[in-house]
């Protein structure tokens, strides 16, 4: 079975401050996203990784692909009470092309 | 587009009662997932179709879940009898088929159920 587990599982920091939050299997992943999901809404994805080593930048949010596809990051500089939202990654898997796997999420609060 | 429609967004109901939840997939799109989401489980993938063909049921806790997809563009999400642990937000989402190995999925703002 795969899973993924994402650390920390809450993050509360002061406005400005920088942060990263992880995202961790012992299985490959064919590809990994990152979803913000705020309260009352769905996910909306932010970013999807396909190649190990890989780095996308999105403004203030940078996201990064493991080099061996297991694990994946993702760094917010100079974080803004807007990024308050649980941040969830999703590993999609070579045996199906279709079925994607979440992870346990991290709640991140930013502090005016 | 509108994106992907749920209805109704919050459900009460007291346990024992049938609940039939509604989706519509954004048009075009050829899969369609029903995921549950609580705190204690994160969320969970219940069942995903494809070109409305059910493909994966294995997450469907028990005989009491049942998912329909009759058309392209509507699918149902049904708990009978239902009791208070199906208590979670559900979320229907969808996808076009993606080249390479991966979709990007665009979920519905989800129906919050509380089963009394």
């Known amino acids: 079975t795969q899973l993924l587990e994402q650390s920390p599982q809450f993050l509360s920091i002061q406005e400005g401050e920088n942060l990263t939050v992880y995202c961790n299997s012992s299985s490959v992943f064919s590809s990994l996203q990152w979803y913000r999901q705020e309260p009352g809404e769905g996910p909306v994805l932010l970013v999807t990784v396909v190649t190990g080593g890989e780095v996308k930048k999105l403004k203030r949010l940078t996201f990064q692909f493991g080099d061996a596809r297991k694990d994946s990051s993702l760094h917010i500089t100079a974080a803004q009470t807007g990024d308050t939202g649980l941040y969830l990654c999703a590993g999609g898997g070579y045996s199906s092309a279709s079925k994607i796997i979440f992870g346990s999420g991290t709640r991140l609060s930013i502090r005016p | 587009d509108a994106g992907v429609i749920q209805s109704p967004r919050h459900e009460v109901t007291e346990m024992g009662q049938e609940v039939t939840l509604r989706c519509k997939p954004i048009?075009?799109?050829?899969?369609l997932f029903w995921y549950r989401q609580t705190m204690m489980r994160g969320l969970e993938l219940l069942i995903y179709?494809?070109?409305?063909?059910?493909?994966?049921d294995s997450g469907m806790p028990e005989d009491r879940f049942s998912a329909k997809m009759p058309n392209a563009s509507f699918s149902t999400l049904k708990i009978q009898p239902s009791e208070p642990r199906d208590s979670a937000v559900y979320f229907c989402a969808s996808s076009e088929v993606a080249s390479g190995d991966y979709n990007e999925q665009f979920f519905g703002p989800g129906t919050r159920l509380t089963v009394l």
């Open positions: 179709f494809n070109n409305n063909v059910p493909i994966d």
């Open positions: 048009s075009g799109h050829d899969y």
